[in-house]
């Protein structure tokens, strides 16, 4: 068998013809196609080789990672399920139906899997920390925090589990947890942009305004589209009676958002304050240009863009 899985495909099926028969040497054909990518024809020879071994677990899971990997869930979940109910002992395939579960939207019966998946291996971070995202959609924060903290344990370079993890420490009110997991992850990953933002907004709302304003900084710099932390930024800046920097900030998301209705409206109402009635018409007039995505009414939009008009009227 070693053998002939250090054979190329074309070698292999020269070989298949010769003994077409040979059960083994159609297995390793069937598992070089899936390594390769060819899901079509290693489906093909999987399917064909399961009706002969129906009862071959192995058989039956690589059917399900070929559907899965189709985007063919339902297909995928029937021989994941075939495959747990010919072996109930193989974590991986209890893992699998969890997993199909969950991506399909059954929240109690993906819960259910992952349950008994944890009898089979209750050391499977993975597990831990799907099962901590289903209870929170659930509303069952007390038990989603106990599974994101089992899954930090179980994997401490984890950042997802953490972030999550903070989160909920959040809700309940342990600010301290909170940010120690918060920063645990920006240690882990630098990048994580949601970790500075999330940060930000505790130290804001303990009105620690300078050390929040840095890490929402830091938020826009690593992500330059994110609209909220630029809306709050310049917020910031015009209660320090700082306009220029307020629609500085701006700006600067325009250039990555030039489009973005949200941001145009924002930059209107800072115009609006320091009373420059032709720039805030200008953004008004672009905000409804994508009105679609754009949270405040049409309605008071235009009602707006009237007043200004009749200003503008005024002076002129």
């Not at 990997?69 to 994941?80: E, V």
């Not at 997993?99 to 998946?117: C, P, Q, T, V």
């Not at 942009?193 to 304003?213: H, P």
């Not at 958002?257 to 409206?265: F, Q, S, V």
Request: some cysteine.
């Amino acid at each position: 068998m070693d053998d002939i899985k250090k054979s190329t495909l074309k070698e292999i099926e020269v070989k298949i013809r010769e003994t077409p028969s040979d059960m083994k040497l159609r297995t390793c054909y069937a598992e070089a196609l899936l390594d390769e990518g060819l899901l079509d024809e290693a489906l093909e020879q999987y399917l064909q080789l399961f009706r002969v071994y129906s009862n071959n677990a192995e058989f039956c899971f690589n059917i399900g990672i070929i559907y899965e990997k189709q985007k063919k869930i339902d297909d995928a979940l029937r021989y994941y399920e075939k495959a747990a109910n010919l072996c109930p002992e193989d974590p991986d395939f209890r893992y699998s139906v969890a997993f199909m579960l969950d991506k399909k939207g059954e929240n109690n019966r993906a819960i259910e899997e992952y349950k008994k998946m944890l009898e089979l291996d209750d050391k499977d971070a993975n597990t831990h920390f799907n099962l901590g995202c289903l209870y929170v959609k659930k509303n069952q924060f007390d038990l989603a925090r106990k599974h994101f903290e089992r899954a930090v344990r179980l994997n401490p370079d984890d950042v997802y589990a953490r972030f999550n993890l903070a989160f909920e420490y959040k809700k309940i009110g342990e600010i301290e947890k909170a940010l120690e997991q918060y920063h645990k992850v920006i240690e882990l990953n630098p990048e994580y942009s949601w970790a500075y933002y999330n940060i930000g907004c505790i130290l804001f709302e303990q009105c620690n305004v300078d050390r929040a304003k840095g890490y929402f900084e830091k938020t826009a710099e690593i992500n330059p589209k994110d609209i909220e932390v630029v809306k709050i930024l310049s917020d910031i800046a015009i209660t320090r009676d700082e306009p220029q920097k307020a629609i500085n900030y701006i700006e600067m998301a325009l250039i990555n958002n030039p489009e973005n209705p949200e941001l145009h409206y924002h930059m209107a109402k800072i115009y609006k304050k320091i009373n420059n009635n032709e720039e805030a018409l200008f953004h008004l007039e672009k905000a409804l240009h994508h009105r679609e995505s754009l949270k405040i009414s049409e309605e008071i939009v235009n009602n707006e863009i009237k007043e200004l008009k009749c200003l503008i009227n005024q002076v002129s």
